[in-house]
Structure formats: C-alpha cells, structure tokens
C-alpha cells in the first residue's frame, strides 16, 4: 500500500564524512588468549575476538574502548567444535581454525584470510571509528564480482555501487531501486566467501564504487562485529553460512498452494465468495490473505484496532472454520503501529508497549494512516502485550500471519527503543526492526502450537531473519511490465543469503488503471515456478485469476493446477532448503561454478536442480533464445532434445512459459488436486529425462505429513531416493526410502515411471521378472507401473 516515509537524520553529516575520510583504529597489539572457540587479542583500543562457529565460518568482533555495543542480532545457537591452533610469529599471530587461517598483523592490527592455505580475503584498514560513525574496511581484487546487499533493483554483480543500509519502501518500483524494503548488510564474492557486518544501524555498503578495490560498511552506531565464511562451492557456501545465521524451517505444504489475496476483501461475504469462485472455477486454493479492512472500514483511521470489525465481519469464528473444513487457511495482516484514535491506544499506553521520546513518553508522529506510535518489539514487556492479541487471534482459528510495514515504514531517529535494559535510538536498531518482530510472532506461536509450522510474511528484516520462518515478499511492486522485470534477480539475491522464500505480489501491486491480459498471465506462469504462489494488488483490478475472462482463466487454471502437480517435487525443494540453506530459486551460477558470465544473468535461474525458467518480461513475445548451461536439455511443454554448446529458440505462445529440463532429472508429480489437503504420495508419477549422455543420475522426493514442526528432527519423515545407471544401452533403476515414517504415510505405493527420450525396449524387469509397459511412440515416452511395497526396487530397461 501506498505510505509516506521519512528518512533518518540523526548522524548522515558525520556518515557522509566516514565515508570519504575514514579513519584506522590503528590499534597495537598487547597479549592473546585461546578460550574453546574464541581467539581473544588485547590491544591498546581494546579486545578484539574471534569465534569459529565452524570449521569455515569466523565471528570477528572489534570492541574498541568507550565505543557502544548492541547484541549480534546475525547469529544464532552456538559455535560447532572446530579446532584452533595460534602459533605466534613475531609480527604476526596466525590462527588456524578448521579449514580458515587468519593472520593478524600486530601493528597496527589488521586480518588477512585464507581458505585451505588459499588467499581469500584481507581487511583494508580493518575497523575506523569517526565519531558515532563505525565500520569496515576490505580488500578487493580486480577480478572479483560481488552480489548481495539484498532488495536492489542493480544487476546480479552490485560492485561499483553504494547502497543505503537503510530498509525503507519503495512503492511502484520498475527497473531500478538502490533502496528498498529488505536491505541486507552482506556480500557474497565469486571467490567463494560470505560477509557480513552484524550492524543494525542506518548506514552504508560501498563496493567499490567510492574506491574501486576497496568494500566498505559504515553505519552510524551499532556493532562493531562481521563475519566472513568461505566454502569449496556456492552451495556448501551457503550452507556454512546458514549453519552460523540460521535455517529456514519447513513451511507448512499449504504455503507451497494457491493463496488468495487482495487489498483487500471489505467484508466477510466477500472473503466467503471469493473462496467459493475458486471452486466453481476449478481452481485449486489453500489460502485468503484478509488486509486491513478486517478490523476497520476504511484505509485510514483504524490502524492498531486489531480486532474483527463486526459490521463488516459478523461471524469471524464461524468463518475461519468454515474456509478450515474446506482446506483453506487464513492469513490476517497486522502492523506495528497503534494509531492514537484506535481502541487500543489507552491499553497499549498503559502497558509500556510503544517506543518513547527521550522523556520516556510515547514517541508519537503523523504519517499517512494517522497520528501514531510504534510497538517497541525489542522490548519483551511490549512483545508481551502484543501477542496476546496473536493469541486471541489463533485461537479464533487463524492459521498465519502476516506483517506489514516492518522496515518499519516509517521510524522517526529520536524513537527510544529498549533492548531490555540496552537503550538505543530508532537508529541503531531500524535494519533489525523487522527481524526482531518475526523472532516475537515466530516465538508466540512455537508456544501457542508447538507441534505446528508457522506461517509468517513479512516484507523487511536482517541477516538470518529465516530462522524464525519469515516469508518475504518484494513490496509494493508496480502493476506493470518493469515491475515484473526485476523479480528473478530480487528472489536470487535474496535467496543467496538464506531467505529462499522471496517472492513477489504476483501481477503486479500498485498502479494500473486498465487490466493488461498479457502482463498478468506472464507473471503468473512465472509465478508457478517461484516460491509462494500469491497474486496480490489493489482491488480496482481483481488480483484473482478467478475473476477474468475465460482465456485468462483456462490459461492460468493449468498453471495452477501444474503448481500443485508439482508438489512432491516442490516440497522436497523446500525440504532441502531447511536443511542446508539451498535456494529453490537458484542462479544458473549453480550449474556451472567456472562460467563467470553466468554471474550476470538476471532473466532465467534454475527451480531447484531439474528445471531452467525463463520469464518473459515483455509484451508481444511469441518466441526466445535460451543460452542454455553446458549438458543435454528438453523442452518440458514437447520434450524436444537441446544442447547446451548451442542456443534453443522456444516457441512460447501466450499459454507458454519457457521452462526446460535438465538430462538426467527425476521430477516426481502427483495427480490434481483440490487443495494440499488433499495430498498423499500412495500414488504419483515419477519422471525421469533420460539421455545417453547422462551415466548415472540421483533423484529426491521428500514425504511428512506437512504440517508437523519436528517431523524431519524425530524421524517421523521418509525420505524417497531413485537412481539411474546406464551401461552400454541399458537402463537401470532402484527406488528405495529411508525414515520410520508417519501415521498417514501409505504402507505401499504406487509409482507410474515415465521414462522420456526412451526408445521403444524389448524388455522391461522389475524385480529380475517381466513386467508389462506402455510406449508412445509420438513422445518417445516409456511407462512403467512400478508397485512399491519394500525397501528397494530395483527395474531394468532392455534395448
């Protein structure tokens, strides 16, 4: 939704200043200590220390004299076992942690990295402190390229750009933005490292583009700590990374559906016919997402009621049970201000649960919903008052949650806010505002439903911020084709640094006075293959593919129904995310680690390892040429064979996505379903791309009941596994599972392998025994019907 923001003030002359003229602490070296994980240095400034978190990840954490510190809000648990050895050199004390050597330089001090005894990275000048302006200072190469940074509209490669760490909304973006909802104070290089500075404050993130070889973070007060992990591939990369930031956890399967949305349903029959279309279309649906017309009549005014506006919404309980017998869940929006003419201003006053003015009164400002004040989530006496509204709300019966307007959106420098006895300015703390929301509302319903997976979306946080389930969405994106330009490399940047979930208001949000047939169904194809499918967008246009012209809706009801197909394949996806941090939208990078062109590329990425998506992003295209990673590829709509040594032009009428298949892939589907509900695995297809190419070829396909929190932790899960071995011209399989299971698991299935770029065989084993199949001919399509009812299964094609 459309706001009106400000900027913060407090300390930009003296940041502008640190910025040109930073100043080395130049701090000497005094004596060491080695405490189990942590290297502790005494100098003339103060100490400085260095924790392994693992073998390939290290915390360093400058503590200069009289400079003040706020908690590490990046991290999370504690440090693995890794072992450290210090050897001293003279002028030098070199720490050996696992597979990272640091060599500090006594005097003055400054840190060198290396990597299984490789250069890696090295401070420049290390910290400066200028006045309240603190930060770092590092060396790049020449030859380096460098993503991250978050939400930016810049190019995949962001060196040579200075960018505010500063999370602030940006509504109707196109095709450039600097400054965004969800900043983030990281950077990944092409030399396999990761780092972060661990700073909640307003401030900086130069790369290169003040000084060529020099990155730079500043901020105008918070922590004076980074952390810099390395790894052998992007993917173990990202994995050491997660390991010291956090996980995302499983979603429930139902975040993976179809959510309704809009802003926004004005009443309850509304909501209720909005669900009932989707039925009598043929739409799958799993979700409604109720904006902020469920506690107040209009846009403005009503902010912070946080209760069912009963003239609009008589019967809340008895409709959140109704759409729940359906398979439907309800996700309510809240914010974090509590304007001064809601119902609950006086109580919120009260309970001490809004940020303060330096007289320690609430800290009270105008912005477009009204005279207002901000919930103090630092605070656990305010997070207290605050989610016994999240409880009452649950036991309503609603399923998720979602927070609006966590930058926060608008954050006046001179708010107090109070980290339970750590007093800080709005500015020191405004990049982790959103953060420390996702902990609260995450935290309030590990207690209210231990046993249930979270729903929660948010459009803002920090560095780690998936360890507490956070969904995020891209903003208030335009309604149009350069809003929908930007959105692969937003997910992929995103998705880099753990927050794999990143997706956008598919069709657009803000803007657009005309429907355009074209752009919707682009980006909603697109949509099938990102990581939550949520059409969303002001209501003068029906975010609702439902409510459209029969062409709009016989396109996008395949699509919908394909998302749900893919759902074995998608929730596996989504399972190897929790556990070791891999995107499920993957740069194409990924597929080729020493193509460092392929660094570049914004418009197409990898849906997990099998599929290749390129959206179009530009009316009246009727065909592309895909530059395709090395290796033998299909067309997933025809199963034409491409290679990738040449370009494939793909015939995409309006009712086709560009999407291919890698050689080698198993892609297991199920039937059609109404819901996730309905889900089961007793019975799916399983697809396997076969080429002579491709001598052996492995496949996943993960199964819980979804919805339980500690499934995979207690072993309540089956993991499926399917390999592929070709030797001369014959074909081999075996499908075997490990996991004791669940209640519901099926104690058999039954499994339909279609075998693709297969010719027609003389024979087909199961078993060591003759079995029946099917072939097309016209497909160059084998099918087997494989019964599974023991550990392995093990099948062989004959030529």
Not at 453 to 466: A, L, N, T, Y
Not at 621 to 647: H, I, Q, Y
Not at 754 to 782: E, I, M, T, W
Request: proline residues 5%.
């Amino acid at each position: 939704m459309k706001l009106h923001s400000t900027m913060p003030t407090l300390g930009l002359i003296s940041l502008a200043l640190a910025a040109v003229f930073p100043q080395a602490q130049a701090a000497e070296f005094r004596s060491y200590s080695l405490d189990d994980q942590t290297l502790t240095i005494q100098t003339d400034e103060g100490p400085v220390a260095l924790t392994a978190w693992n073998d390939d990840a290290l915390e360093v954490f400058y503590q200069p004299d009289g400079v003040k510190q706020l908690p590490s809000f990046a991290t999370t648990g504690k440090p693995k076992d890794t072992k450290m050895k210090v050897k001293d050199k003279g002028n030098t004390l070199v720490l050996k942690s696992g597979h990272l050597t640091a060599e500090i330089q006594k005097s003055p001090i400054q840190i060198r990295y290396l990597h299984n005894g490789e250069p890696l990275l090295q401070e420049e000048k290390g910290l400066f402190v200028e006045d309240t302006v603190r930060g770092f200072r590092f060396k790049l190469t020449e030859d380096e390229k460098i993503l991250g940074g978050g939400e930016r509209v810049l190019g995949m490669d962001r060196r040579g750009h200075k960018m505010p760490l500063y999370n602030k909304a940006h509504y109707g973006y196109t095709t450039e933005s600097n400054q965004m909802y969800y900043g983030l104070p990281a950077v990944m290089s092409t030399h396999k490292y990761m780092l972060v500075f661990d700073n909640s404050a307003s401030g900086n993130l130069d790369i290169g583009a003040t000084e060529s070889d020099v990155l730079q973070f500043d901020a105008v007060g918070g922590r004076t700590s980074y952390l810099v992990v390395a790894g052998d591939s992007y993917p173990k990369l990202i994995q050491n990374y997660v390991s010291m930031v956090g996980k995302q956890p499983m979603p429930p399967m139902w975040a993976l559906g179809n959510i309704a949305s809009r802003f926004g349903y004005h009443t309850e029959q509304e909501a209720r016919d909005t669900i009932a279309k989707f039925k009598t279309e043929d739409f799958p649906v799993d979700g409604i997402v109720l904006d902020l017309y469920w506690f107040g009549k209009d846009v403005q005014g009503h902010m912070g009621n946080l209760d069912w506006d009963k003239d609009a919404f008589p019967t809340p309980e008895n409709m959140l049970a109704d759409f729940k017998q359906q398979g439907v869940n309800t996700v309510v929006i809240t914010e974090p201000f509590v304007l001064s003419t809601s119902k609950r201003w006086e109580d919120a006053v009260e309970a001490k649960a809004l940020a303060t003015n330096a007289a320690g009164n609430p800290r009270r400002f105008d912005f477009y919903f009204g005279n207002t004040g901000l919930i103090d989530v630092f605070n656990d006496q305010a997070s207290a008052w605050f989610n016994q509204i999240y409880t009452q709300l649950y036991r309503q019966g609603v399923t998720g949650w979602w927070g609006d307007l966590g930058e926060p959106e608008v954050h006046p420098y001179d708010a107090i806010h109070n980290l339970n006895g750590i007093s800080a300015t709005a500015d020191e703390v405004h990049n982790a505002y959103g953060h420390q929301w996702a902990e609260r509302v995450f935290d309030n319903q590990r207690k209210l439903a231990p046993k249930e997976r979270p729903f929660i979306m948010m459009r803002s946080g920090f560095v780690g911020s998936q360890r507490y389930g956070m969904i995020p969405w891209t903003g208030d994106v335009s309604r149009s084709w350069g809003g929908l330009v930007p959105q692969v490399e937003l997910s992929l940047q995103m998705g880099l640094f753990g927050l794999g979930y990143t997706h956008s208001d598919l069709g657009g949000f803000a803007g657009g006075e005309t429907f355009d047939q074209e752009m919707y169904i682009r980006w909603l194809e697109y949509g099938v293959f990102q990581p939550v499918f949520r059409p969303h967008a002001q209501d003068n246009i029906a975010p609702e593919p439902v409510f459209h012209d029969e062409q709009t809706k016989d396109i996008l009801r395949e699509y919908v129904k394909l998302r749900y197909r893919m759902l074995p394949y998608n929730y596996t996806l989504a399972w190897q995310n929790s556990q070791t941090g891999m995107p499920l939208m993957r740069p194409l990078f990924f597929a080729d680690e020493q193509n460092s062109a392929l660094i570049d590329i914004k418009d197409k990425y990898m849906w997990g390892d099998a599929f290749l998506v390129q959206p179009i992003t530009q009316p009246g295209v009727t065909s592309v040429t895909m530059e395709l990673p090395k290796g033998v590829w299909f067309n997933f709509w025809t199963d034409e064979r491409a290679s990738g040594a040449n370009p494939y032009v793909y015939q995409a009428a309006l009712n086709t996505l560009p999407v291919m298949v890698k050689a080698g892939s198993f892609v297991p589907m199920v039937d059609d379903l109404p819901n996730t509900k309905a889900y089961s695995s007793e019975r799916f297809t399983l697809h396997y791309y076969n080429d002579a190419s491709v001598k052996k070829a492995t496949g996943q396909m993960y199964v819980d009941d979804g919805n339980s929190f500690a499934a995979y932790q207690q072993g309540d899960y089956q993991l499926l596994n399917f390999t592929a071995g070709r030797k001369n011209t014959i074909l081999s399989f075996d499908l075997s599972s490990k996991g004791k299971g669940f209640s519901a698991m099926p104690q058999t299935r039954t499994v339909a392998l279609v075998v693709h770029n297969q010719d027609k065989p003389c024979k087909v084993l199961l078993d060591g025994k003759v079995v029946d199949s099917q072939y097309d001919a016209s497909k160059r399509q084998l099918t087997v019907t494989v019964p599974w009812s023991k550990d392995v299964v093990s099948l062989v094609i004959y030529p």
